[in-house]
């Protein structure tokens, strides 16, 4: 059984929709983290506003200050340069903290870039680990 499919059980699942009411959200990212992006798919919004803080107060409404689950499938490794931590730190800003029990789900894909591969890639978490293992990637 693969990532999605596994996201997509826990999704479907009848305790857990019970758990969280109507506040089961899925965005399938298909990338780097991206908070606009993110917010924008857990709102379900099409139309155009693309203001933070417009997006923000919407899932605010959407949430009712109620717990939330929030999956977040095939979320990529940031390939470019920027510190995937800065990114959680500006994607949970913009996430609701009214409720205890939230919870968020990640299905994560690492990739790892290293030149020589005689580890394992399941073990290759990060490029930080590939350049402690390889040296430079």
């Keep these: 059984m693969g990532k999605t499919t596994l996201a997509q059980h826990?999704?479907?699942?009848?305790q857990v929709k019970a758990h969280f009411g109507m506040?089961?959200?899925?965005?399938?990212?298909?990338?780097?983290?991206?908070a606009r992006k993110i917010i924008k798919g857990a709102v379900g919004t099409g139309d155009s506003d693309d203001q933070l803080e417009s997006?923000?107060?919407?899932?605010?409404?959407?949430?009712?200050k109620k717990k939330y689950l929030?999956?977040?499938?095939?979320?990529?490794?940031?390939?470019?340069?920027k510190d995937d931590g800065?990114?959680?730190?500006r994607l949970k800003e913009l996430l609701p903290r009214d409720a205890v029990g939230?919870?968020?789900?990640?299905?994560?894909?690492?990739?790892?870039?290293?030149q020589i591969h005689k580890h394992n890639r399941t073990t290759c978490f990060k490029r930080s680990v590939c350049r402690r293992v390889m040296g430079t990637v």
């Design 10 to 14: 826990v999704f479907n699942d009848e």
């Design 23 to 34: 506040r089961v959200l899925w965005v399938s990212v298909s990338g780097s983290l991206d």
């Design 55 to 64: 997006l923000k107060k919407k899932l605010e409404e959407k949430i009712e």
């Design 70 to 81: 929030l999956v977040l499938d095939d979320v990529w490794d940031g390939e470019d340069g």
């Design 86 to 89: 800065e990114k959680w730190d």
């Design 102 to 114: 939230s919870k968020i789900v990640v299905y994560y894909t690492f990739s790892c870039n290293c």
